[in-house]
């Protein structure tokens, strides 16, 4: 379900998307600055199909170090050798002492070509 208004003269759209499970807080998007209403209700069926088709994807805040680690975690638990789980280690290693504290959506091409 969506809703539309216009705010002077752009137009702006809010799509409510279900229940988080964890939070139990209704899920929403909203986005405003469209110049006709046309143009705001294909952004909102854009964000409706990809709900729909499991592609939808929020910003998370979370850290290049908070995910490696998640990921070696995982990586850890799921039978592989002990030598794979180091060298996936020291790599990991590397890749935080450079990209650590940005942000998964922080981290860009241009970012990985330039060392941010």
Known sequence: ???????????????????????????????????TK????????FIKLDKENGTLVKASKLTFAQFSDDWLKTYSRS????????AGEKEAKHFISVWGPYQLSQITKRCIRTVC
Do not use: C, N
């Open 1 to 35: 379900m969506a809703k539309f208004k216009q705010r002077g003269k752009t137009w702006s759209y809010h799509v409510y998307l279900g229940i988080d499970p964890l939070t139990k807080k209704r899920l929403e998007i909203s986005k405003g600055g469209f110049k």
């Open 38 to 45: 046309k143009v705001a209700q294909a952004a909102a069926r």
């Open 79 to 86: 039978g592989v050798k002990i030598s794979s789980v180091r």
